[in-house]
């Protein structure tokens, strides 16, 4: 999955470094962009000597490489080099700077979002202390935002309940969903199973999370058996397919980078 990048690791950890020449700056435009070069699927930085008397902030280091955001408007371009969308970088992409990028991208859209106070209106500032935005008139405190969401696999024998959405993504997928204010995961799962394909689940099990920074999620993979027939009534304004489909007729996505592919790919493979 896009977070299993073994023996590289990505450190997280808030610190008050300052760009140097040497680290990455990392340029995404109003549409959410990056400025980046594609090396044969390798992603190729700006480098931070290109940013200077720019407004930056340290998000993690990948490794020995610290990483940047460039918090002035994008103005900023470089032969070689084009403004690339992160689904574009997904699909053609490959390696830890993946991740990165994802990352960084999670990181920039909550900023982008959250230069004002929610509650007295005044302009936030970078917390000195933590991942945070403060507000100094009113003193409150904003961390980066979050969105738990469930990754679905739902099984009937030897079939698995394969899903497309209706927009977006294009290739075969899970039930997938939101988790609702006063909504345990579970019953997260039972609610979107049932909104979705209209069939009813039991022995809800935990597989594993992954952080989702396109959309600002963490995921959270549960598989699940059918309960009664698992006669299918596909909600058509979120889905345009629903099936339950055999293990060996199952086709994965184009690349192991989510977690829903991995969890149809375990069915497949009999896991």
């Keep these: 999955m896009i977070q299993d990048i073994y023996p590289s690791r990505l450190d997280n ?36 000597e290109e940013a200077k008397n720019k407004r930056t902030i340290y998000l993690f280091s990948l490794d020995e490489i610290r990483f940047f955001l460039v918090m002035d408007e994008y103005d900023h371009q470089k032969e070689g080099y084009e403004y690339r969308t992160v689904r574009e970088i997904r699909s053609t992409c490959t390696g830890a700077e993946v991740f990165a990028v994802f990352t960084a991208y999670h990181l920039w859209r909550w900023y982008t979002d959250n230069k004002h106070c929610g509650r007295c209106g005044s302009p936030l500032d970078f917390d000195d202390k933590e991942r945070a935005l403060r507000c100094h008139d009113c003193g409150n405190i904003i961390y980066p935002r979050i969105n738990p969401a469930v990754i ?120």
């Design 13 to 48: 950890t808030f610190c008050k470094y300052t760009l140097t020449d040497e680290d990455i700056a990392l340029f995404f435009d109003e549409n959410g962009r990056l400025l980046m070069h594609d090396e044969q699927g390798r992603i190729e930085f700006i480098k931070g």
């Design 152 to 271: 679905v696999g739902v099984i009937k024998g030897e079939s698995l309940l394969i899903t497309r959405y209706r927009t977006g993504f294009a290739q075969n997928a899970l039930v997938a969903g939101f988790t609702e204010i006063g909504e345990t995961l579970e019953e997260t799962v039972v609610r979107e199973v049932f909104e979705e394909t209209g069939v009813r689940v039991k022995n809800i099990r935990y597989y594993k999370s992954q952080p989702w920074g396109m959309a600002q999620d963490i995921l959270v993979g549960f598989y699940c058996e059918a309960d009664g027939e698992g006669e299918i009534h596909m909600d058509e304004n979120e889905l345009k397919y629903a099936e339950w489909v055999k293990r060996e007729d199952i086709v994965l996505q184009p690349n192991n980078l989510s977690l829903t592919n991995e969890m149809m790919s375990n069915f497949k493979n009999g896991l």
